[in-house]
């Protein structure tokens, strides 16, 4: 007769059940920038919608609207964004390991590179006025400044966030088990991020 062996059930303790339960926080950064993220695209849905009906209309006028465009300037503003973006991740891996001082440096870094943002539409807007393009020219033109200008607003937003931010790591506000806040920031670039290659797309490169 075959021995028959009996396993007693292991209770469930906090040790053996981490793994497989998603912690309630478990979610990067603060959930009441997860609802403005939201409030940002709904808003910015409404903007695009303005964007694709005044197109169906003026087909015509886009498509000789983005040739006018100083596509450079895009080109550097989609760089600047992006590149203040990877440097805001940077900033929450230094966190998240412990290095304080490195997550300073980046995130100064992401707050010195975005300051370049400003910068570049100023150039922009002063290069447009240069080739007469006001809202004079035409539907693409006003459709063009409405969507930017307003994307503008929000990235001086994250600016301003950004500064915050960094003032309050250099008081040692964020420790390495709860970087909310600098997470928080990142969410924010990174969606404005996201509408910001929309309207590449759209008025720059004409997709």
């Known amino acids: 007769m075959s021995d028959l062996t009996l396993q007693t059930p ?15 926080d478990s979610l990067p950064g603060l ?20 964007y694709f009906v005044a197109r169906w209309f003026h087909p015509q006028a ?11 300037g895009g080109v550097a503003v989609t760089l600047v964004m992006l590149t203040s973006g990877y440097a805001l991740t940077q900033a929450i891996a230094a966190f998240r ?23 570049i539409k100023m150039l922009e ?3 447009n006025q240069a080739h007469a393009i ?5 539907i693409f033109v006003v459709v063009y ?7 503008f607003m929000h990235s001086a937003w994250g600016i301003l966030g950004m500064l915050w931010v960094l003032v309050r790591v250099w008081q040692g506000a964020y420790r390495p088990g709860n970087p ?17 290659l929309m309207l590449f797309s759209l008025f720059y490169a004409f997709v």
């Open 10 to 24: 292991v209770p469930e303790t906090p040790a053996n059940t981490s793994a497989a339960r998603v912690p309630s």
């Open 31 to 50: 959930k009441g920038m997860w609802v403005a993220v939201c409030l940002e695209y709904l808003e910015f849905t409404m903007f695009f919608s303005v």
């Open 62 to 72: 886009f498509q000789e609207g983005a040739a006018r465009l100083w596509t450079w």
């Open 97 to 119: 390991q412990g290095n304080a001082q490195r997550a300073k440096q980046w995130q100064g870094a992401a707050l010195a590179i975005g300051l370049l943002y400003p910068v």
């Open 125 to 127: 807007w002063r290069w």
């Open 134 to 138: 006001d809202a004079s020219s035409g």
């Open 145 to 151: 400044y409405y969507l930017t200008i307003n994307h």
């Open 180 to 196: 909310k806040g600098v997470e928080s920031m990142a969410i924010y670039w990174h969606a404005t991020d996201m509408v910001w």
